[in-house]
């Protein structure tokens, strides 16, 4: 529908909240992601895309069509996101709290809220299945765990001008007025935040990404399809030696909602064998999150079976080495998110 028939649509005094929604509907997802950069939470994007979509439902008809259904929406999104930030706390991921800890129980750490953790997402539900490579691959760069963290260190506008410039590729005129600004600030706004993100030593998304090594669908590229499965089929079987092989010598493991991180290829493994022992005899399923390798865990059930035990998303250095190890542990939230059975039955 061209956006001079939305408006039309959207003018007709006959027009009802189904034909509002119908038109909103296709926005659904990418306002999710868009919402889910700003905020670092999975339900709270949800929120804030339902809240997006009852202002636009009780103000369609003030829309006049001067900008696109598309631009509208995202003016509105981004001053949810702004009241949501407004009266939050910034989330973190436990390497932003402090220093490492042994791998020893002990120094587990405290356990935070949820509302202080930036949280997993189904790729799915922020992410177009097909597009160009290219912009496949920033959107799943976009997402990734480190740099949904870093956004949270932005000020707002500033997080929303990056997002908005980097990812989604407006131009800067568009972002000007949709933030009521001009274009010189936004132009300020986005240095500042490159510099920020800079100072993380994370690649901004898009640099250097061409997609080549993706596939259309979205789907994990082959070097980290091959990477999860050897990953996986050394932590079902429990070898530490084929495991170490797969870790970056400062690869980190953490698990929100506890403090408690540890850091380097031998501290991790030591968990996997203390406090960690539980988790032999695990079994895993691969799912996508984060634009990430990720997959849900069950720990052996006494009583028959596999239980949830966590949902980890995995990051790698780019060339076959683990850098990251983040299990998510709160499995009545994650695990039915992702579609995920309840329990694994024995074989």
């Known amino acids: 529908m061209t956006r001079?028939?939305?408006?039309?649509?959207?003018?007709?005094?006959?027009?009802?909240?189904?034909?509002?929604?119908?038109?909103?509907?296709?926005?659904?997802?990418?306002?999710?992601?868009?919402?889910?950069?700003?905020?670092?939470?999975?339900?709270?994007?949800?929120?804030?895309?339902?809240?997006?979509?009852?202002?636009?439902?009780?103000?369609?008809?003030?829309?006049?069509?001067?900008?696109?259904?598309?631009s509208w929406l995202y003016r509105i999104a981004t001053n949810v996101c702004f009241d949501h930030l407004g009266s939050s706390k910034r989330r973190e991921r436990p390497m932003g709290l402090g220093g490492p800890q042994p791998a020893e129980e002990q120094y587990f750490g405290d356990v935070l809220s949820e509302e202080r953790w930036v949280e997993p997402v189904p790729d799915d539900a922020v992410l177009p299945r097909s597009g160009d490579p290219a912009d496949m691959a920033v959107g799943h760069e976009s997402i990734r765990l480190a740099f949904v963290a870093a956004l949270q260190h932005?000020?707002?506008?500033?997080?929303?001008?990056?997002?908005?410039?980097?990812?989604?590729?407006?131009?800067?005129?568009?972002?000007?007025?949709?933030?009521?600004?001009?274009?010189?600030?936004?132009?300020?706004?986005?240095?500042?935040?490159?510099?920020?993100?800079?100072?993380?030593?994370?690649?901004?998304?898009?640099?250097?990404?061409?997609?080549a090594d993706g596939a259309q669908d979205g789907s994990w590229n082959p070097v980290d399809e091959q990477l999860l499965e050897r990953y996986l089929d050394a932590f079902e079987r429990y070898d530490m030696d084929a495991l170490v092989k797969l870790l970056h010598a400062d690869a980190v493991l953490n698990m929100?909602?506890?403090?408690?991180?540890?850091?380097?290829?031998?501290?991790?493994?030591?968990?996997?064998?203390?406090?960690?022992?539980?988790?032999?005899?695990?079994?895993?399923?691969?799912?996508?999150?984060?634009?990430?390798?990720?997959?849900?865990?069950?720990?052996?059930?006494?009583?028959?079976?596999?239980?949830?035990?966590?949902?980890?998303?995995?990051?790698?250095?780019?060339?076959?080495?683990?850098?990251?190890?983040?299990?998510?542990?709160?499995?009545?939230s994650w695990f039915p998110r992702f579609g995920l059975p309840d329990r694994l039955p024995a074989s």
Not at 28 to 44: H, I, K, N, P, V
Not at 166 to 177: F, T
Not at 200 to 206: A, C
Not at 288 to 296: I, P, Q, T
């Open 154 to 211: 932005l000020p707002p506008r500033q997080r929303a001008v990056l997002v908005l410039r980097e990812v989604l590729r407006w131009q800067a005129a568009e972002v000007a007025a949709l933030l009521g600004t001009t274009v010189a600030s936004v132009n300020s706004a986005l240095q500042r935040a490159r510099a920020t993100l800079g100072s993380k030593s994370l690649r901004r998304p898009g640099d250097g990404a061409d997609g």
């Open 256 to 332: 929100p909602p506890y403090t408690m991180w540890v850091h380097g290829r031998s501290e991790v493994v030591r968990w996997m064998v203390g406090p960690g022992a539980g988790c032999r005899g695990s079994r895993c399923v691969p799912v996508r999150a984060n634009g990430s390798m990720a997959y849900a865990q069950y720990r052996l059930d006494p009583t028959g079976g596999w239980s949830p035990w966590g949902l980890a998303v995995l990051e790698d250095d780019g060339r076959g080495r683990i850098t990251g190890i983040t299990t998510f542990l709160d499995t009545a």
């Open 4 to 70: 001079s028939a939305q408006a039309e649509t959207l003018r007709r005094p006959e027009a009802t909240t189904d034909d509002v929604g119908a038109l909103l509907e296709p926005f659904r997802s990418e306002l999710t992601g868009y919402c889910y950069r700003m905020l670092g939470g999975a339900f709270e994007a949800d929120d804030a895309v339902q809240e997006t979509m009852l202002r636009a439902w009780r103000a369609y008809d003030r829309f006049e069509g001067r900008s696109s259904l598309r």
